[in-house]
T-cell receptor, first 114, second 114 residues
Framework: DSGVTQTPKHLITATGQRVTLRCSPR?????VYWYQQSLDQGLQFLIQ???????AKGNILERFSAQQFPDLHSELNLSSLELGDSALYFC?????????????FGPGTRLTVT | AQSVTQLDSQVPVFEEAPVELRCNYS??????LFWYVQYPNQGLQLLLK??????LVKGINGFEAEFNKSQTSFHLRKPSVHISDTAEYFC????????????FGSGTRLQVQP
């Protein structure tokens, strides 16, 4: 158990809909990262937050957005969903923002868009 | 920008045999190197990391990896595998200077057979 929790575990929704994925980092970790794992794209970095502020952006679509709240939990919002958005979405947390800091991964949320 | 290439998508091996999973990276800046393991239906777990110093890095579960700067490689090895090592293995890099997020390879599926 990494100490990072993600809800829900599974999500099935239809095209065009909007969903919110939630992540609670390990106690004391200030940094949260979101990754997408799909069969065709592999594991890709989406976005990072540190203590409530956006720190880095990766291959995140404009239809996707995220935020980190004062209690440090984070939410990833996916809107106007397409079939290709079906993937496993991971959240990871680390204590600081340094590149050597180990990132602890949650169990993921599996999103299926039908 | 960085990229990571894992040369083998699948590696079948018999139990108690040695194994090597290959990883090559490309980067215009110095990087930190990581190996993560993903067991079925689970998140990613850090096996080992190279930050600096000795090029031979030992990790959990008997795995080790060697950083070779001239060949830009970071191959993962284990002298004797167990059935329980069956999993997906990901090589990843993060740059030392700026971006903290991980860039992952496409993964190698290690299948340990009895």
């Amino acid at each position: 158990d990494s100490g990072v929790t993600q809800t829900p575990k599974h999500l099935i929704t239809a095209t065009g809909q909007r969903v919110t994925l939630r992540c609670s980092p390990r106690s004391g970790d200030l940094s949260v990262y979101w990754y997408q794992q799909s069969l065709d794209q592999g594991l890709q970095f989406l976005i990072q937050y540190y203590n409530g502020e956006e720190r880095a952006k990766g291959n995140i679509l404009e239809r996707f957005s995220a935020q980190q709240f004062p209690d440090l939990h984070s939410e990833l919002n996916l809107s106007s969903l397409e079939l290709g958005d079906s993937a496993l979405y991971f959240c990871a947390s680390s204590g600081r923002t340094g590149p050597m800091d180990e990132q602890y991964f949650g169990p993921g949320t599996r999103l299926t868009v039908t | 920008a960085q990229s990571v290439t894992q040369l083998d998508s699948q590696v079948p091996v018999f139990e108690e045999a040695p194994v090597e999973l290959r990883c090559n990276y490309s980067s215009s800046v110095s990087v930190y190197l990581f190996w993560y393991v993903q067991y079925p239906n689970q998140g990613l777990q850090l096996l080992l990391k190279y930050l600096s110093g000795s090029t031979l890095v030992k990790g959990i579960n008997g795995f080790e990896a060697e950083f070779n700067k001239s060949q830009t490689s970071f191959h993962l090895r284990k002298p004797s595998v167990h059935i329980s090592d069956t999993a997906e293995y990901f090589c990843a890099v993060s740059d030392r200077a700026g971006r903290r997020a991980l860039t992952f390879g496409s993964g190698t599926r290690l299948q340990v057979q009895p």
